[in-house]
C-alpha cells in the first residue's frame, strides 16, 4: 500500500514539472506572436524546434532515469526520440514548419483539449469538486484549435494574432489545472497514508 502513494508522489511531480515546462515555454510563444504577429515567422518555428528538442531530450532523461517497471509502456522513448528529431528538423530548416505553422499549432491545441479532456475525467473518478474546470478547459482549447485549423481570417497577421491569444489562454489555464490535480493526488495519497497507519495499528492490536 505504502508503495501506491509513493508512486502517485513521483508521478505527480515528474507530469507537473514536464507540463509546467512545456505550457511556460507556449506561454512565451504565445506573447512573441502577439507582440510580433508578422515577423516573428522564422523565430517562432525556430523556437518551436527548440522546445521539442529540449522536451524530448526531457522525456529520453526521464525515460533512462525511471526504474524498468515505471518505464515499461510509457512510450517516453519513442516520444522523446521523434521530439528531439523534429525539433533538430525545425531549428535547421524553419521553413519547413512555417509552411504549416498553423496547423501545427491548431494540433497542438487540439491534443492539448484531448489531455484536459482526460484530466476532466481522471478529477471525476477521483470525486474532485472542481473536475468540470477541466472539461472546460478541453472544450475551450478543441474549439480554439479548431478556429486556427481552419482559418477563416483573411489576413495572416490577425491569424498569428489569435494563435498567440489561444496559446496564451491554453498555457495558463493548464498550469492552473496541472496546480489543481498536484493538489487532488496529494490529498489522495495522504488518505492513502492514513489507511496504511490504520492497517497497521490495526495488526499490531491484533497481533497483541
Not at 522525456?59 to 523534429?86: C, D, M, N, P, W
Not at 477541466?134 to 477563416?152: D, E, K, R, Y
Request: charged share 15%; with cysteine.
Amino acid at each position: 500500500m505504502k508503495s501506491i502513494s509513493e508512486k502517485i508522489r513521483k508521478q505527480v511531480k515528474s507530469t507537473k514539472r514536464e507540463v509546467t515546462f512545456v505550457d511556460v515555454a507556449l506561454l512565451i510563444l504565445g506573447v512573441l506572436m502577439i507582440i510580433f504577429p508578422e515577423q516573428s515567422g522564422d523565430i517562432i518555428c525556430i523556437s518551436i524546434g527548440v522546445i521539442l528538442g529540449i522536451w524530448g531530450l526531457v522525456r529520453l532523461i526521464t525515460y533512462f532515469a525511471s526504474g524498468k517497471v515505471e518505464s515499461f509502456g510509457s512510450f517516453a522513448l519513442v516520444q522523446g526520440a521523434a521530439l528531439l528529431g523534429f525539433g533538430i528538423l525545425f531549428i535547421i530548416n524553419p521553413g519547413m514548419l512555417k509552411a504549416f505553422l498553423s496547423a501545427a499549432l491548431a494540433i497542438i491545441l487540439i491534443v492539448s483539449g484531448v489531455m484536459k479532456l482526460q484530466y476532466a475525467v481522471d478529477f471525476l473518478r477521483l470525486k474532485a469538486k472542481f473536475w468540470y474546470i477541466s472539461l472546460l478547459g478541453a472544450i475551450i482549447s478543441i474549439t480554439l484549435g479548431a478556429v486556427v485549423f481552419f482559418n477563416p481570417f483573411t489576413a495572416s497577421k490577425w491569424l498569428m494574432l489569435f494563435i498567440g491569444i489561444s496559446l496564451v489562454v491554453n498555457a495558463l489555464w493548464d498550469l492552473v489545472s496541472v496546480a489543481i490535480l498536484s493538489k487532488i493526488a496529494k490529498n489522495f495519497a495522504a488518505k492513502d497514508d492514513g489507511m496504511i497507519d490504520v492497517e497497521s495499528s490495526d495488526a499490531v492490536d491484533t497481533d497483541i
